[in-house]
């Protein structure tokens, strides 16, 4: 339909990549080192620098603002609630700004590259336009004073003046509670190289993830978690449908108690957690079970839940409220022994499989290099 079509193909590069952009895929916000996106940038290809909750691409690439100035645009992709009230596109703006990129290098990434790129009926102010814009304290730190939509102010000082829209929340939930019994892994029913099981390494701050053959732990037949080596159990519960869960192992999460769970799971969004024991997985499952939908933690009798019910993604209650709870349930989380910077964001990329190396979904442990089930 002559409209830009985004790419996520973190890592491809040289013909591939050259293929890939003749294609039709005119952007990648996937680039987490410098050599990827220059190489995308000769076929073309426009790159958005990509700083978000758990991927953070921005120290890797900002040089680009300078040297790329009409193909480069900024972006989060994933933020967390708490970290949105802190800032978004203005605080890249901040940062790129006080490495020394030109400010009006920095705000044509911001501003209006997007605009230009996404051929968007708004945001260059012309005469005729809509009257939306942000009004900033100054071009150093871009703090966002104010925020006007259609000419009408509608956020000042961190605070918006919307009002609340109360709707019928839409869902799709029909899955029933498990039990521990519906976890236990039988290393008859899991891939197995010589004593060796794959394992997903969890990487902080980026969407890759490698694949490591790790000597495994039995208990009689029955695969379990090693916390001494930080490989823990990871499962995926399907949420739309009646189907046997998938259970995998994983590493970096760095839990020593506990489990998180959570029903953001890109790209389908089916129920996905991480736990040292089956006990505090199935709990942690069984949570957003009974909120229809949400992120969860579990800390032995302790248990604390964050609701979203609409689509299972979102919340219907103030957002400021939605970004106090969030705080208290991540801090929570990392209470567990995690060194992540943020364990939710991280858990919910683990089986969004368009990203290499090694991700599960509700079909089982999926190799994103070879693109097959295991």
């Given at each position: 339909?002559?409209?830009?079509?985004?790419?996520?193909?973190p890592?491809?590069?040289?013909?591939?990549?050259?293929?890939?952009?003749?294609?039709?895929?005119?952007?990648?916000?996937e680039?987490?080192?410098?050599?990827?996106?220059?190489?995308?940038?000769?076929?073309?290809?426009?790159?958005?620098?990509?700083?978000?909750?758990a991927?953070?691409?921005?120290?890797?690439l900002?040089?680009?603002?300078?040297?790329?100035?009409?193909?480069?645009?900024l972006?989060?992709?994933?933020?967390?609630p708490?970290?949105?009230?802190?800032?978004?596109?203005?605080?890249?703006?901040?940062?790129?700004v006080?490495?020394?990129?030109?400010?009006?290098?920095?705000?044509?990434a911001?501003?209006?590259?997007?605009?230009?790129h996404?051929?968007?009926?708004?945001?260059?102010l012309?005469?005729?336009?809509?009257?939306?814009?942000?009004?900033i304290?100054?071009?150093?730190?871009?703090?966002?004073?104010q925020?006007?939509?259609?000419g009408i102010k509608?956020a000042?000082?961190?605070?918006?003046?919307?009002?609340?829209?109360h709707?019928?929340?839409?869902?799709?939930?029909?899955?029933?509670?498990?039990?521990?019994?519906?976890?236990k892994?039988?290393?008859?029913?899991?891939?197995?190289?010589?004593?060796?099981?794959?394992v997903?390494?969890?990487?902080?701050?980026?969407?890759i993830?490698?694949?490591?053959?790790?000597?495994?732990?039995?208990?009689?037949?029955?695969l379990?978690t090693d916390t001494?080596?930080?490989i823990?159990?990871?499962?995926?519960?399907?949420?739309?449908?009646?189907?046997?869960?998938?259970?995998?192992?994983?590493?970096?999460?760095g839990?020593?108690?506990?489990a998180?769970?959570?029903?953001v799971?890109?790209?389908?969004?089916?129920?996905?957690?991480?736990?040292?024991?089956?006990?505090?997985?199935?709990?942690?499952?069984?949570a957003?079970?009974?909120?229809?939908?949400?992120?969860?933690?579990?800390?032995?009798?302790?248990?604390?839940v964050?609701?979203?019910?609409?689509a299972?993604?979102?919340?219907?209650?103030?957002?400021?409220?939605?970004?106090?709870a969030?705080?208290?349930?991540d801090?929570?989380?990392k209470s567990?022994?995690?060194?992540?910077?943020?364990?939710?964001?991280t858990?919910?990329f683990?089986?969004?499989?368009?990203i290499?190396?090694?991700?599960?979904s509700d079909k089982?442990?999926?190799?994103?290099?070879?693109?097959k089930?295991?």
């Open positions: 339909m002559g409209k830009p079509v985004d790419g996520h193909a890592g491809l590069r040289g013909e591939e990549a050259k293929k890939y952009i003749e294609a039709g895929i005119s952007t990648d916000h680039c987490f080192t410098m050599e990827e996106a220059l190489d995308k940038l000769s076929y073309g290809m426009k790159i958005l620098i990509r700083e978000g909750s991927a953070k691409n921005f120290e890797a900002f040089p680009l603002l300078d040297q790329f100035p009409d193909d480069i645009m972006c989060s992709d994933d933020k967390h708490d970290s949105l009230l802190e800032g978004h596109i203005n605080d890249l703006c901040a940062r790129a006080a490495k020394g990129m030109d400010t009006f290098n920095v705000l044509k911001a501003c209006i590259n997007p605009v230009k996404y051929q968007l009926p708004t945001g260059l012309k005469e005729g336009d809509p009257a939306n814009f942000i009004v304290k100054d071009l150093i730190d871009f703090k966002v004073a925020t006007y939509i259609n509608v000042e000082k961190g605070k918006s003046l919307l009002p609340m829209i709707e019928k929340t839409i869902n799709q939930f029909n899955v029933q509670p498990l039990t521990e019994k519906d976890i892994l039988e290393l008859a029913d899991y891939p197995e190289q010589n004593g060796r099981i794959p997903i390494e969890a990487i902080d701050g980026q969407l993830t490698n694949c490591l053959w790790e000597e495994a732990k039995k208990k009689e037949n029955e379990v001494e080596k930080d823990l159990k990871i499962v995926v519960y399907n949420r739309y449908h009646a189907a046997a869960p998938k259970i995998a192992f994983i590493k970096n999460f839990f020593t108690t506990g998180i769970a959570s029903t799971a890109h790209d389908s969004h089916n129920i996905i957690a991480v736990g040292v024991t089956d006990e505090a997985i199935i709990t942690a499952i069984n957003v079970i009974k909120e229809q939908g949400g992120i969860s933690c579990v800390q032995g009798a302790e248990i604390k964050l609701g979203l019910p609409v299972g993604l979102m919340s219907i209650k103030n957002p400021y409220e939605v970004a106090a969030y705080t208290q349930i801090r929570m989380a567990l022994g995690s060194q992540l910077g943020s364990p939710f964001m858990l919910s683990m089986a969004l499989l368009v290499p190396h090694l991700k599960l089982g442990l999926f190799d994103g290099t070879a693109f089930l295991f």
